[in-house]
Structures are given as C-alpha cells and as structure tokens.
C-alpha cells in the first residue's frame, strides 16, 4: 500500500527531531571492555573461518561489528601485552622477551587505564596479568583479580593456582574453576560501576596450555582443546549477556583480542578451509603475530563489515584513549595510531604497515609483503598461509618498491638503535627453572663458573686490541645486518659496554686519553700535531705501568697516533706492517726517533690521496691488517714462551679511510640493504660549527667535491665501511684462535676498543671530530678469562679513560694516581650496576669555523641527556648551547636548548662541565 504524503512528512519529520536527539544520545565516552584471549590464533575462532570449532558468541560479535582480518602483535604473551598497554614498541620500552617485560617502569611508561582515569574512568583487571611487572594498580587499574602464570585453570594442576583479588592473596579450592571465578569478579564489577564510565581488561586463561577438561566437557570427550574454545565462546557470550542485563550493551565497546597465535601443539590442526596457518605462537610468521579481532559498539560500529586494513597492537591505546576523551602522554614517541574513526564509522586512512618485534628479530609487514631484520623480502599474496622469499637479487620491480618502502620505514624506526633484546634470542622466558625475584637480573644463570682471574694467582696476560674508526655497528650491539662473527665471540666471552664514550671524537686525542688515563685537557692533545710528553713528560702510561710491574710490552701496528709513538711504554721497538719499527729514545720526551725497516706490506694506498675505497684483488694478508693480524699470531706463540706475562697491544686500521677490503668482505652485502642515515642534515637549532665539512673525505681522490655526497656514492662508502668491518672482524679472529691454540685463552684478559664512533652521513657529516652521539660513543669489549656473567650488555655509562685503571685493577696491579677513570670491574661482575653518572668528551673548534674564540665544545651525556656547550677558550663565555634527548630523539635531530622548560635541566648537567681549557 502506498504511504500518504502526510506519513511521508510524519516520518521525515520525525527523522530530522530524532538526528539531533540520537546523536545526543550517542554516548560520548562508552566503556570499554577489552577481551584479551590467550593463544587464540584467527584458525581457532568461527568467524575467521576455522574447520575444527565453532564459536557462536564471538561470531555475532562480528555480525554486530566490525571484524578485522590483518590485525598483529608480537608473537608472545607478554610482548604483546606490553605493547597493547603502552602503545609503545618495544625497542622503546624494552618488553623484547616473556622476561624483559618485568623492566617496565610506570616513570618511563603509561599503561591505557592511567590515561582513562582523567576521563572519568574506573578500570579493572581480570585475569592473567604476568609477565606484565608490579601490580595492576601500579599502573592505574582501580579494581584487580589477577593469577599467576598461564593456563591456570584447576586447583589440581601441578601450578599451584593462586590469585590475589586487590591485594588479597587466595588460593583455587578443590572444584573451583579459575575462567569461572574471574566470571563471577567480571559481574561483580559491572554492577558496581554500572553508573561510571569503566574500562575493562578481561585477560582470559583460555586457551592457554594447559588444555584440560572444562567443565562442560563430556567423560570422553575426545577433543578437549575444542572443548575449550567452547567454554571460553560461552564465557564472552554470558558477558555480553550480564552486560544486556545491566543495560550496560549500547553504551558499551567490546573488542575482542588474541595475545598472540594458536600454540603449537595446536597449530597444525587449526586449520581454516583445510590448510594450516604459516607459524604459529613465537614464531616471526603470520600464525604467531595474526590474531583474530573484533570490535563491537552496538550503533556506532558499522555492522557486519569485515576490515582488511592494518592495524597494530600499538594502536589500541590512542584508539581507546580518543573514544574516552582522553589526553595521549606527551614527551614520549606512541607507536600506535588511533583507529577510533573506523570504530564511529567515519572515513579515515588505515595504517600502511605494522611492525612485529620479537627478541632480537623483526619484520615490517605491509599489505603485500614483508621485510625483516636480515633484509629479507617476502611476497605475502598467499599468506596466513605461505610467505614466499624473495631472492634477493629479484630484478621484480614491485617487489623491489616495495623492499625499498620497508627498509625506509625500518630506517625511520630504527628498532637497532633503541633497546635491544637480552634474552637468548627466542623472546621466551630464559630460565624456567630459575625463581626470578625483583631484584635479580631475570638472566639466564650461567653456568658455574670457577673464581674470576683476578681472584686468583699469577698475572693474566692483556690482549689490547685498537680498532681504528670503528662505530658500534657490530653484531654484538644489536647490528643485524653487520657480519662480525668474530668479535661477537669476543662479546660472547665478555662484557659488551654499550654506552662507552670516546673523550675526543678524533685519533690522537682520544688515543692518548686512554693510554695515560687522563682526559685531553690534562694531556692537552686536542689535535694531530701534539705528543703528550710535551706536556707531562713523565706521565706513566697504560703499557708502561704493565712493563713496570713485571709484564712484556709491545705494539703492532697503529696503537698511538702514528709519529706519536713512545718508546718508554713498550719493552721493544713499535711494529708496523709497513715494516718498519719505531723507537723512541726512553730518556728523551723530544721523541728522538729511531727507525728500522724490516719485510712489510705495502700501505701507499692508505694515503690520503688515493681513491676513498678499493674492492680489493689482494688476499687478507697482503693488505695491512691482515699483515699484522700474522705477525701477532706468530708473537703470542713467541711471548707464551717468555715466561713472564704479557701486554700485547694491537692496532688495526680498518674501517678507517680509505675502505680497502678484499673483495670477498664486499660481497658479504647488497649495498641496497645497508642502512641510509635517518637524519642527512644537523639538528635543528645546532649552530654550523658543531658539524665541519667532511675535509677528510674529500681528501680522497674520487670523491666528489661538493657537500651533501651523492647518494649513490655514500652507498658505496657505506658498503665499504661495512667491508671494512668484517675485514677486521676476520683478523680479529685469528687473534682470537690463536690464544686458544697457544693455551693463553685462560689467562688472558681482552679489551677491544674502537678509538672513537663515525658518522656514516648521518646529520650529513661523514668521519668523526664532532660532539655527536655517533661520533662519541664507540664499541668497548672487555672479557676476563672464567669471568661469571658473560655476553651480558651493560648499559652503564662509561668513558675511555676508564679503560687504564680496569685493567690494572682486573691485573692486581697498584693503582696509579692521578688517573681521571675509574675501574669498570663491578660492572664486569654485575653488569646492572653504574659507576658514574654522565660521560664527557669534547671537542675544539679553531676561530675561523666558531667565529669567535677558539672555542672547546664539551659534552656531558646522562642517561637520557646530552648537553654540549660551547666555551670560548679566551674569556670562558658560552659560544653556544645544544641539548639532545637521547631516549626520545636517539638521531639527535632537534637542539632543545632553547626551549622553554629546559633551564633548570641544563644548569643541573652544566654542573659536571669542567674549567674552560685555555689555549
Ligand atoms: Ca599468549
Ligand atoms: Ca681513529
């Protein structure tokens, strides 16, 4: 029957009073309850498609909402609800591992009920909490129930189940049913804060191993698993259900969430239209970071949609902190974009790519392909169920667009440069065995060890090996691409300082700071033209206080600055590969040289008039390096038979200028997948002369003269500094087995350092000499035969100059006096301690590039901080003043000094500034 015209107004009518009043009606903050699912993979849930179960409550979640198809976590507990509740990845955070989540700290991080709170909100916590530290209420939640562990279900499991309701510890009685009991707290909860907004974060034990019967299940049920995918599709059912009753449901947002994929005994049968998923939980394919979710706001979601657009777990916390009116945390970089417009319906942009961390592996996933950490490019066309590699020299040209889309958004991350994994590198729990307690490192416990060397008799030896321009790019300190095989079997052995800091981002200077122990303005090197005799001339150095104390001495290859050599250090002329041997008269501080020339290789090439980079023809020995790595070979097995120990210090001059390698260290890299600086301009606010003009590149005969260097040149550059490394790498090596064949691996100490760090383009600046972070901190290794903690990082702040009284302390050697360090030991013993609180180094500039002074520049790094200030050597007064924060913007890409706020922070760090060097 056709409608009057007067129905037809009636309706339009009633269309135009209702708009307003619906919108009115609209909940502005709606509460928020977040269902967190343990190990439920998207082939365990209905509506995803899954052969072997069928979940009727959570597939009509969909059918009122919106039902993501690609939505990724970490492939771990506790990783992915680290980044679900901070927003944050967890290069950022540090939750790498099932362990390393516990170092998460409410003053570096906000969880989303902390957010909420200033937006009305009372939130609870239900469920599992671990591996997330400390109690929900530390981290905002109002109301808690929470278990240790997983998959605790019955009072009858081995675990005893436990639980503490606010505060209150109970243990599961005979019968009882934990998933009922955190059911029975969820009711309890609604009716209580019925009247206020609530967020809800209902962390379930299902379908966490241990899969057991429920009590649902029939005597002889014969797929208990599917049993338990039924009770937990029950228990969401009779939530919403409560929720209905409370006529809570159109007020309220459910999200539906897996932690992670289906486990793996599981995995294989959870098939979806009869195939398996690709991986499954802890691993770095689809099944360990795809996981189903489901968003449902009953009038508000679209209904029914199915969403193919990315989302990340990181995503959540500003999604649910705009739906509540809240305010996201300001300082601190958020990983996560809201998807708030897509909950209301609204149009917006999805994210264009997601990023999964696990230990230390990673990928950046987009629509249709993938790249991890070892730059490998997968085609996801067939994916959850097959990821294809691809090869990596594919001339396909979509897929080359999209390695070069990936590996920029990798770059911009930069997940290397922040917190890094250490685990053991699976990003599960390291030691189940272990009881970890709050103030223990949760480290694996190695094994037991025999007493430290330097508690027993005799004098180890010392191996000091100098690495010439070399910047952390190392294996060890989290480089993944690098190949430094080597020296990460030195770091295996040893200690990894990770925040070690040159004095002087430049040879001579920072060399000579760590042979006297005294900082350059006591040895007043600043430059390539001045030897520290002539200013303390009876000064006693490193090698010197050793050959005073019984040890042999000596030098190969490039140990001082060359033409700066001392002859009182060593117990022998100075060696080099060129051949020639260098002696200073011991009496003398006018470095009287003499000189000899023995067999040796050729180093022509190493000036700086040749090319900036050779892809060699020569064999590893017939280039400097390599040369020296031989004859040190040959001198450990001639020092083992002195009879008396030894400090054999050696030089290598890879990767300094030019990088010359033999070929096959070039071809360990396609230079398309090594890293382009994330910042190719100094930061914003730094005055001019706090970078210089790259005179020591353009030294070079084939680099072209023009600043910023050609992109496709700095590949090249960048290439060659990477072949560089793995030369030394190599050398360093043969070191390494040879101490093992002679039978000194025992009794010998190792310290390895490189002289200072190296910009690679970064802030457009290549080399070192300036005050930078890259240019300041550089690698220091240290490992002490039968030492208790090996391969650990330490991320406690340490300088050059403490270089000179570890060793003599790990020696038992007296302490000299006036040494500017201090000894790293209690770090080598726990390398979660600290001895110091900032690092200083520095660096001058000469008037005409300060336009006025001389000036020094002297930067103080805390540990989040750097403050560089520049001092007019003439009259003291302040040239200019930069301030970096290293934690939030680790490329150091804006100067905050003259920000406001930042007054009181600048006079607290100014005050480990020392007097003004006059010239
Ligand atoms: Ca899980
Ligand atoms: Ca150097």
Redesign the pocket.
């Known amino acids: 029957m056709r409608k009057t015209s007067m129905q037809h107004i009636l309706i339009g009518l009633l269309a135009v009073l209702a708009l307003p009043a619906l919108l009115h009606a609209e909940p502005k903050k709606p509460n928020i309850v977040f269902i967190l699912a343990d190990d439920l993979g998207i082939g365990n849930v209905g509506c995803y498609g899954a052969d072997r179960v069928k979940t009727p409550n959570i597939d009509a979640l969909a059918r009122g909402g919106v039902r993501h198809t690609h939505a990724y976590t970490a492939p771990l507990c506790g990783p992915s609800r680290a980044l679900i509740m901070t927003g944050r990845y967890a290069f950022r955070t540090g939750a790498t591992n099932q362990d390393a989540t516990g170092q998460m700290k409410p003053a570096n991080e906000k969880m989303i009920p902390k957010l909420l709170k200033p937006a009305g909100y009372v939130s609870s916590m239900i469920g599992k909490w671990g591996q997330l530290p400390l109690e929900p209420s530390d981290w905002g939640f109002d109301d808690s129930f929470r278990f240790k562990g997983s998959g605790v279900y019955w009072s009858t499991q081995e675990k005893p189940g436990r639980y503490v309701v606010n505060g209150v510890a109970k243990a599961l009685k005979e019968k009882e049913y934990m998933p009922d009991l955190m059911h029975q707290h969820v009711v309890d909860f609604l009716r209580s804060n019925r009247e206020k907004p609530f967020f809800l974060y209902y962390s379930m034990s299902h379908v966490h191993a241990e899969i057991l019967r429920t009590p649902d299940s029939a005597a002889d049920s014969k797929d208990l698993f599917a049993d338990n995918l039924a009770y937990m599709d029950k228990l969401v059912g009779k939530l919403v259900a409560e929720l209905e009753r409370q006529k809570l449901r159109e007020k309220t947002l459910i999200v539906f969430f897996g932690d992670n994929g289906t486990g793996k005994a599981q995995a294989k049968t959870s098939t979806i239209g009869g195939r398996a998923l690709s991986g499954e939980k802890g691993s770095m394919l689809e099944g360990g970071a795809r996981v189903p979710m489901i968003v449902n706001w009953p009038g508000v979601t679209p209904a029914g949609t199915v969403s193919t657009g990315l989302v990340d777990s990181t995503d959540f916390l500003p999604t649910l902190v705009e739906l509540a009116g809240g305010k996201l945390p300001s300082g601190t970089v958020l990983d996560g974009k809201s998807f708030a417009w897509q909950i209301r319906g609204e149009k917006g942009a999805p994210r264009e790519s997601v990023f999964i961390e696990l230990a230390r592996m990673w990928y950046v996933r987009e629509a249709g392909w993938k790249l991890n950490e070892k730059g490998e490019l997968f085609d996801m066309a067939n994916a959850p169920f097959e990821e294809k590699l691809v090869a990596a020299g594919s001339r396909d040209e979509s897929a080359q667009a999209a390695r070069k889309r990936l590996q920029s958004t990798l770059n911009r991350l930069n997940p290397a440069g922040g917190i890094l994994d250490r685990g053991d590198g699976t990003g599960r729990h390291a030691n189940k065995q272990k009881k970890i307690t709050a103030n223990e490192s949760p480290m694996p416990a190695d094994a037991l060890q025999p007493e430290p060397v330097w508690k027993t008799a005799g004098k180890p030896n010392v191996l000091f090996i100098v690495v ?2 070399l910047r952390p790019d190392l294996g060890c300190y989290g480089n993944t691409l690098i190949k430094t095989p080597n020296l990460d079997r030195l770091a295996a052995r040893g200690t990894i300082f990770k925040r070690a800091y040159c004095q002087q981002a ?2 001579s200077p ?2 000579t700071s760590v042979m006297t122990g005294r900082r350059p303005d006591a040895t007043r090197v600043w430059d390539l033209v001045t030897h520290f005799r002539t200013a303390l001339p009876d000064t006693v150095t490193l090698p010197q206080h050793f050959k005073a104390n019984g040890y042999h001495a000596a030098a190969l290859g490039k140990v001082y600055h060359r033409g700066y050599e001392d002859g009182r250090s060593w117990s022998e002329p100075h060696w080099y590969p060129n051949g020639q041997t260098v002696d200073t008269d011991p009496a003398d501080s006018t470095r009287r040289i003499v000189r000899k020339y023995g067999p040796g290789v050729d180093t022509k090439a190493e000036s700086g008039k040749g090319p900036a980079f050779e892809v060699s023809g020569r064999k590893d020995d017939e280039l400097p390096d390599g040369f020296t790595a031989s004859e040190a070979v040959s001198r450990l097995h001639s020092l083992k038979s002195r009879g008396e120990p030894f400090f054999l210090a050696v030089g290598f001059q890879k990767p ?1 200028l030019p990088f010359i390698a033999p070929k096959k260290y070039w071809d360990l890299y396609d230079p398309q997948i090594i890293p382009v600086p994330v910042t190719a301009t100094l930061p914003k606010g730094a005055p001019a002369f706090a970078g210089h003009s790259n005179g020591e590149l353009h030294s070079y005969a084939n680099v072209p003269k023009e600043d910023p260097i050609p992109a496709d040149f700095a590949k090249q550059l960048r290439h060659g500094y990477y072949a560089c490394i793995s030369y030394t790498d190599a050398q360093v090596g043969r070191l390494l087995d040879a101490l093992e064949k002679e039978g000194l691996s025992e009794n010998t100490i190792i310290v390895l350092w ?3 760090g190296w910009q690679l383009g970064d802030h457009g600046l290549w080399h ?1 000499h300036t005050n930078f972070e890259l240019a300041t901190r550089a690698p220091l290794l240290v490992s002490v035969p039968k030492q208790q903690r090996v391969g650990r990082k330490c991320e406690a702040l340490v300088e050059f100059v403490d270089i000179y009284p570890t060793l003599a302390d790990l020696c038992g050697l007296p302490a000299p006096q006036g040494l500017d360090g201090v000894s790293l030991k209690s770090l080598i013993e726990d390398p979660q301690g600290t001895v110091k609180k900032v690092a200083i180094s520095q660096y001058p500039r000469g008037p005409k590039k300060a336009g006025a002074g001389p000036v020094m520049g002297y930067s103080i790094r805390n540990e989040q901080w750097r403050l560089t200030v520049w001092l007019n050597q003439k009259d003291g007064s302040t040239v200019a003043t930069e301030l970096y924060d290293e934690q939030n913007d680790p490329a150091e890409t804006v100067n905050l000094a003259d920000r406001p706020g930042q007054k009181a922070l600048i006079e607290e760090l100014s005050k480990y500034l020392p007097p003004v060097a006059r010239k």
Request: charged share 45%; with cysteine.
């Open positions: 010439d321009d430049v040879c920072s060399r300094h490189g002289d200072h070192k």
